[in-house]
């Protein structure tokens, strides 16, 4: 990627961060971390001796973020990463870099004093963490740079910290000072999109058809804005319901969320030939419904019979046959089910623990569902009762917290699986702009 002159509100903040505590936040492709690091390497040029650490939620997503933009901007010769050190060579400085999630690094960072730092996406470090590393950043003109994505409204990032800066280059580009004893010294800077002059407008138009909801708010209008209602609010029955079928080129899996005194679920995901996801059946058993338990012996029966089966009717399909038998391509399980796993396993099933990232997971339902590349067939009625009630919930909202209500999610949870598990089979068929 060759980088043009910072312009605009990049340039300018690029100017004004000369606080202690620097951090650029909002929309997602706002040129946020092209102006920190921008500000980063005037720093590392100039620091005076002393440690440098860069830093993020872990030290993969640091490199991919981070450390990649730099190589290919300095070159190997400049920017060097020596796997396994924890140790990046930066125009002849050593720096060290650290995952928050690592618990070795962690230890390490304790016993050191730091002269700079890095932080990427702040609002996903721990506030311990977070915490930790101003203590350490202890030397007179000692600074952070960092960035993040906006969150929910009472996150500690927020409250703490930047409604508290003493210079703001607001989402409008207004410049506001305040003093005062509750300020720190701290420079905020707010991006949108618009702020990045480099995107084109076909690319911020998928981005803007991909988000809808809690994340359009926060990642597109670079808002920090609270978790509540509907989580899937883009659900629309007219789009997303379909009562045809199209040829499937791909059957991904089948999904499944165990329980016994709470219901089975299970999801059949296929890829259609015009590069859509379709759920194209459910199996359930609910045993409090039923009256009876089934043993993870008859659960697996049932399932390979349903799926030798799949009860799609001539009805439901293009050229008006039934559909009988699929082999997808896996068989996902609930990643608690261990036990289930095991027997599926003995009857040759070949089960995988799906992927249970419940965050992410929403987001890329939502991303596709946002832009009509997944739907459900008609005869999916239990998955079908289950999406418009998905709600965040309101108390974990009021602590920072994004989380869903526990409630009836036996069919969202198999469809999450279904999905995250299988990206890597349908994501170049269906390239959403941001990956989860
Ligand atoms: N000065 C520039 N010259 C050329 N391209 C640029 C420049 N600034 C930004 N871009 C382009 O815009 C993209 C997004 O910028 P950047 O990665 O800094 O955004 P971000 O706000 O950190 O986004 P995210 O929240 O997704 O991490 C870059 O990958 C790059 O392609
Ligand atoms: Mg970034």
């Known amino acids: 990627m060759s980088i043009a002159p910072l312009t605009g509100k990049g340039l300018e903040s690029v100017r004004l961060a000369d606080a202690r505590i620097n951090l650029w936040e909002g929309s997602v492709r706002s040129s946020k971390t092209v102006s920190s690091l921008m500000r980063w390497l005037k720093f590392v040029r100039e620091a005076p001796p002393g440690n440098l650490l860069m830093t993020g939620k872990t030290e993969r997503t640091l490199k991919r973020n981070v450390i990649d933009v730099l190589t290919e901007w300095l070159g190997p010769s400049r920017c060097k990463l020596i796997a396994g050190s924890g140790e990046l060579w930066l125009l002849g400085r050593r720096v060290y870099v650290a995952g928050a999630n690592d618990e070795r690094a962690q230890e390490k960072i304790r016993g050191l004093t730091l002269v700079g730092a890095y932080a990427d996406e702040v609002s996903t470090l721990p506030e311990s963490y977070w915490s930790m590393l101003l203590t350490r950043l202890s030397v007179d003109g000692a600074k952070l740079f960092g960035t993040t994505n906006p969150d929910s409204p009472a996150h500690w990032l927020l409250k703490d910290y930047l409604q508290r800066s003493s210079t703001w280059l607001d989402h409008s580009g207004q410049l506001l000072r305040s003093e005062g004893e509750d300020r720190l010294d701290l420079a905020r800077f707010s991006f949108r999109l618009a702020d990045n002059p480099y995107l084109s407008t076909a690319y911020i138009d ?16 670079g808002l920090w804005v609270a978790a509540e209602g509907a989580i899937y609010d883009m659900w629309d029955e007219q789009r997303h319901v379909v009562d045809i079928i199209p040829p499937i080129s791909q059957w991904l899996c089948a999904a499944i969320d165990y329980g016994t005194s709470n219901p089975l679920h299970a999801v059949l995901l296929g890829l259609g ?50 559909l009988r038998g699929v082999q997808p391509r896996y068989m996902i399980v609930d990643p608690s089910a261990a036990s289930f796993r095991v027997q599926l396993h003995r009857e040759g099933m070949n089960p995988v623990a799906g ?41 974990a909202a009021r602590k920072g917290e994004d989380k869903p209500i526990k409630m009836a999610d036996h069919g969202l949870d198999a469809l999450r699986y279904a999905v995250m598990t299988t990206r890597s089979l349908w994501h170049s068929s269906i390239p959403l702009a941001i990956a989860a």
């Open 355 to 395: 992927n249970n990232a419940v965050l992410d997971g929403i987001r890329t339902v939502s991303s596709l569902m946002a832009a009509g590349r997944l739907k459900v067939s008609r005869d999916c009625p239990a998955l079908l009762a289950e999406i418009p009630g998905y709600a965040w919930d309101d108390k």
């Open 206 to 221: 998928a981005l803007s058809s991909e988000f809808t909801g809690l994340w359009r708010k926060r990642f597109i209008e």
């Open 273 to 322: 030939t015009d590069s859509r996801l379709y759920v194209v059946s459910e199996w359930r058993h609910d045993s409090r419904q039923a009256h009876r338990q089934m043993t993870d012996a008859e659960y697996t029966e049932r399932v390979r019979e349903w799926l030798q089966e799949v009860p799609v009717p001539a009805s439901r399909r293009p050229d008006g046959t039934w």
